[in-house]
């Protein structure tokens, strides 16, 4: 009998994160960013510093704070956000905020994905918040949190003829975009782990996604995947990875097969995962091993980022990146 315990990382591949290299840090102090991601399942707060070396920046996550609220399950039910979600998700804001204050970071910024946008009530709650706490949170579409989420380019290097594809599972869309040779495509779907709780998808979006891989998947020799979102770093974590940054579609399909007879009860108590999380698990491996499966990728990257990461890179370009000034064809 397979058990997650079982499930080891031989053959696995690494992709690894940029990070410090010989030339070192070249700034005594880093630069605050803070970030605020109102998501469908949670709310993040991303508390990060940036210091500037000779091979690049680098990105330092000081802290990152979770607050589950399940504003994904209003919204995509209801058609609203519930007065109760409501005053939790003022609250979370008000407390992120106290914490940004005493950070004093350079800049922050706050955005609301799918089930804010989606929401009957979702302006109302931005103006609401603004007007009690201060904070302008930006309801972003689709098309912008893939935008965002990309921005994080986690990879070092690129295989040749080959290209990089990146998924985001979240609890209301799933963004994928494929990079190569400079150019990139992306697309959102509005499909997450909560709407298929929920069974919310329909066949034909799960068509349309399919149809959009496989046609952009198979122009190239080889393709890499990287995959964000909370569930695939516990699924990480659940088969026992050594190097914690990449899993097979094989043991993914072991940790699967593990959690699926396991009842909700029993993934929290016997396997520690958060109530929030333990009825999620499940859907989120259909959509990355979907993804994988339709790209005929066989290993995916796992650097621990996400849309809040995406902010604070994009924050970083606008404030501190220095622009390198177009010089005159005929100068």
Same mark, same amino acid.
């Given at each position: 009998?397979?058990?997650? %315990?079982?499930?080891?990382? =031989?053959?696995? %591949?690494? /992709?690894?994160p940029s990070r410090i290299g010989k030339g070192g840090i070249i700034t005594t102090n880093g630069t605050r960013f803070a970030a605020i991601d109102i998501g469908s399942n949670a709310v993040r707060l991303l508390l990060s510093e940036v210091f500037d070396? @000779?091979?690049? &920046?680098y990105f330092r996550k000081i802290s990152l704070i979770r607050m589950p609220i399940r504003l994904g399950k209003d919204a995509f039910i209801q058609g609203g956000i519930s007065n109760n979600n409501v005053e939790r998700l003022v609250s979370t804001i008000e407390g992120?905020?106290?914490?940004i204050n005493a950070y004093h970071p350079m800049d922050f910024q706050a955005c609301a994905t799918s089930a804010m946008r989606e929401s009957s009530n979702g302006v109302k709650i931005k103006n609401r918040i603004k007007d009690q706490t201060g904070v302008d949170i930006r /309801? /972003?579409?689709? @098309? @912008?949190? !893939? %935008? /965002?989420?990309? =921005?994080?380019? &986690?990879?070092?290097?690129?295989t040749d003829g080959g290209a990089w594809l990146y998924v985001d599972v979240g609890g209301g869309s799933t963004e994928i975009a494929i990079f190569s040779n400079n150019k990139t495509k992306s697309r959102s779907f509005n499909i997450g782990t909560i709407r298929l709780l929920e069974k919310l998808v329909k066949k034909s979006q799960w068509k349309e996604m399919k149809a959009w891989v496989k046609t952009h998947a198979p122009y190239f020799s080889h393709i890499n995947a990287i995959g964000s979102g909370g569930n695939i770093n516990k699924i990480i974590k659940m088969a026992n990875h050594?190097?914690?940054?990449?899993?097979?579609?094989?043991?993914?399909?072991?940790? %699967? !097969?593990?959690?699926k007879p396991i009842s909700y009860e029993d993934r929290i108590v016997t396997l520690g995962l958060k109530p929030d999380r333990a009825d999620v698990i499940v859907p989120a491996l259909k959509i990355y091993m979907s993804v994988m499966k339709w790209g005929g990728i066989e290993n995916i990257g796992v650097p621990q980022i996400g849309l809040a990461d995406g902010l604070v890179r994009l924050m970083y370009r606008r404030h501190i990146q220095p622009v390198v000034p177009k010089i005159a064809a005929n100068a």
């Open positions: 009998m397979t058990t997650l %315990k079982s499930i080891s990382n =031989a053959g696995s %591949k690494m /992709i690894r070396t @000779e091979i690049g &920046p992120f905020n106290h914490l /309801i /972003i579409s689709g @098309e @912008e949190e !893939a %935008k /965002i989420i990309f =921005a994080n380019k &986690p990879w070092n290097s690129m050594t190097d914690g940054k990449s899993i097979t579609y094989k043991k993914m399909m072991k940790v %699967k !097969a593990c959690l």
